[in-house]
């Protein structure tokens, strides 16, 4: 697993108590953020880093140091302004990844828009889910199409470099399927199975969550 980098996450609801809590426990630094001072209280021994504030608030994104986080979770879909105001200050701090949890489609489009790198509308278990895919190596970006099928952008292993993607065969290794080979801004779905994979290659790839640790 990739626990490098470091995450905060805004909004202990069940959903984001369960990323924050599944990020801590596999050795992530997480810095977690909730306006209510009762529920920073309940989470403050299982978090080390569990900060009461207003995360709409720009002079609060400064104090926090938002600006050093690598990923940050916006886990306050019932609240948008909150979310669109977050997602923006967060976009401004230069925090090069930011997630957005959202209650309908709608919302979803709002968020995008305002700069959320992605807006997923998860079902209430699935935070945990979340955090594995954020700590597993190699994964550049996740988008969940259900509660258990996710579209993953996975960079080119060093072990693949050189071989065809008939050769790798990675429907019958981890039961995953390729839908599209990237390299720099260049998106290519007209997949050449015998096409020699290089270092410089992305694979976009539709699996079921649960086989995605076996690209870790």
Same mark, same amino acid.
């Given at each position: 697993?990739?626990?490098?980098?470091?995450?905060?996450? %805004? *909004?202990? *609801?069940?959903?984001?108590?369960?990323?924050?809590?599944?990020?801590?426990?596999?050795?992530?630094?997480?810095?977690?953020?909730?306006?209510?001072?009762?529920?920073?209280?309940? %989470?403050?021994?299982?978090?080390?880093?569990?900060?009461?504030?207003?995360? =709409?608030?720009?002079?609060?994104? @400064?104090?926090?140091?938002?600006?050093?986080?690598?990923?940050?979770?916006?886990?306050?879909?019932?609240?948008?302004?909150?979310?669109?105001?977050?997602?923006?200050?967060?976009?401004?701090?230069?925090?090069?990844?930011?997630?957005?949890?959202?209650?309908?489609?709608?919302? @979803?489009?709002?968020?995008?828009?305002?700069?959320?790198?992605?807006?997923?509308?998860?079902?209430?278990?699935?935070? =945990?889910?979340?955090?594995?895919?954020?700590?597993?190596? *190699?994964?550049?970006?996740? %988008?969940?199409?259900?509660?258990?099928?996710?579209?993953?952008?996975?960079?080119?292993?060093?072990?693949?470099?050189?071989? =065809?993607?008939?050769?790798?065969?990675?429907?019958? @290794?981890?039961?995953?399927?390729?839908?599209?080979?990237?390299?720099?801004?260049?998106?290519?779905?007209?997949?050449?199975?015998?096409?020699?994979?290089?270092?410089?290659?992305?694979?976009?790839?539709?699996?079921? =969550?649960?086989?995605?640790?076996?690209?870790?």
């Amino acid at each position: 697993m990739s626990i490098h980098k470091t995450y905060a996450v %805004f *909004g202990l *609801g069940r959903y984001g108590s369960a990323v924050a809590l599944e990020l801590v426990q596999s050795g992530a630094e997480v810095l977690a953020v909730d306006a209510d001072p009762d529920i920073v209280n309940a %989470f403050a021994e299982k978090i080390p880093l569990c900060k009461c504030a207003d995360v =709409t608030d720009p002079a609060v994104i @400064r104090q926090l140091g938002i600006s050093n986080i690598d990923v940050v979770i916006i886990a306050m879909a019932q609240e948008l302004e909150a979310s669109v105001m977050a997602v923006m200050l967060c976009k401004e701090a230069g925090v090069p990844k930011v997630i957005a949890k959202c209650s309908s489609e709608m919302h @979803r489009q709002i968020l995008q828009k305002v700069g959320a790198d992605m807006a997923v509308l998860p079902e209430s278990e699935s935070g =945990t889910r979340m955090a594995r895919n954020l700590l597993s190596s *190699g994964f550049l970006d996740i %988008f969940e199409l259900s509660s258990d099928v996710a579209m993953v952008e996975v960079e080119v292993k060093d072990e693949w470099v050189g071989k =065809t993607i008939r050769e790798l065969n990675l429907r019958r @290794r981890f039961d995953m399927n390729i839908v599209a080979v990237c390299q720099g801004e260049n998106v290519n779905i007209s997949i050449d199975a015998e096409m020699p994979l290089g270092k410089d290659m992305r694979l976009v790839v539709i699996a079921h =969550t649960d086989r995605l640790s076996r690209l870790s």
